[in-house]
């Protein structure tokens, strides 16, 4: 049997409209129908961040959300795709509860694996899938901008990473780094998200900065690449994050070091009163922070 309608591309359903058709599950991202012999694969942008296009090749990350992903289940029956004739379809939600069909798709080459983290937020392998719609007219989403920046933003790392290689004193080419970041990409997706000093207030966008909580040169790629690492000052305050002369306790207390003067602390607007709210993943890269400035405190 097959799906018990044909569905045109770009045709929106809600989700028991999909199982109708599909004669499959109502949960789940991937979805086998032994009734149907369909593997009906969802992309929801409303929860996937990892998945991306390149080209227009679609690079989808497989099932199980906790743990390393294992070749069994649907992710085999999606990896034997090429040869075990079940039919593959793919959907995505940009919007809560509406799927939309953009046709049948097909491996473009073999899975593979990568590190990315579930979530706890603990990192874990999980197998990737470049998929490639069979109907030439039919097009993956124009690729949602989340996609889109995380890839800029990578290309943007790539050209900072060379000025690790420039014969420089490590302070010069820190500063450029920093100087480097604070125009680019990085900053753009901060300020989207919060336009203002996280301790101040001051919104002025012309002068606020954005930086790595973990310092470019300790950061891994990836953390280099994660927004949750960033964090967006004034000049003043950034400063004095920057020399771990403030940090922030779990709580978002600021603690201010202690070798800063009672007129310094005045003029450049700390206080003990002060704190800031974060998210649970900035406050994984907050806690080094913050023991160095303890640590520096009790030499
Ligand atoms: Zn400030």
Redesign the pocket.
Known sequence: MRMTRSLAINEVLNNHQLCEVFLCAPQGGMRKSNRTNTLTLISDKTKLYDDRILGEIYHYTGMGQTGDQKMSGQNLTLAESDRNNVEVHFFEVMKSREYTYRGQVELAGGPYQEQQKDRDDRKRLVWIFPLRLKDSKAKFTKISPLINDQQELKDEFEEIKQVENLPIPHTEKARLIKARIGQGKFKKLLLERNC???????TDSRILIASHIKPWSESTNEERLDINNGLV??????ALFDKHLISFDEQGKICISKTLSETVRIFM?VNDNLHISFTKKQLNYMRDHFKKIKLIEEK
């Open positions: 203002k000093c996280e301790l101040c207030g001051v000052l004034c000049p003043n305050h950034d607007n």
